[in-house]
């Protein structure tokens, strides 16, 4: 539960505008209340969703001989976690209804569809084809 809580807590933050805690997580009592009504848990949705969504690597910039490479890095699971949710709020930026958009889309990428699958496979295959410049990593 320690650790649902604490992606709640992250999720609402990323998603807070202004410093208006209070109504995201208004905002958030909806939106799981209209998971919880289709007959599914909505912290099983939201961690599976974000599991699905995390990436394992990242693009950095490293500048070797005067030019600049776009080099794939491991990245730690809490920076994992934030671009999983950055990424969810990305693809429901502009919609019209927030609550429902937002529920529709984390119950789609539990079931490995939606925008946000599709946007994090073409991030995968960009940093499949900048592997080539994977020596000029440093750890």
Request: charged residues 30%.
């Amino acid at each position: 539960m320690l650790l649902n809580s604490l992606l709640i807590n992250k999720f609402i933050s990323i998603f807070m505008k202004k410093g208006k805690k209070a109504k995201i997580e208004k905002h958030f009592l909806k939106i799981q209340l209209k998971i919880s009504n289709k007959n599914i848990s909505s912290l099983q949705i939201l961690t599976l969703a974000i599991l699905n969504l995390k990436p394992l690597l990242e693009l950095r910039k490293v500048k070797k001989k005067r030019k600049n490479f776009t080099v794939p890095f491991p990245i730690n699971t809490f920076r994992q976690i934030s671009f999983a949710i950055k990424l969810i709020k990305k693809s429901i930026k502009n919609k019209r209804f927030f609550q429902d958009t937002l529920a529709n889309e984390l119950i789609d990428c539990c079931n490995n569809k939606g925008f946000c699958l599709k946007n994090m496979k073409e991030f995968h295959e960009l940093i499949l084809r900048n592997r080539i410049y994977k020596h000029y990593r440093w750890f």
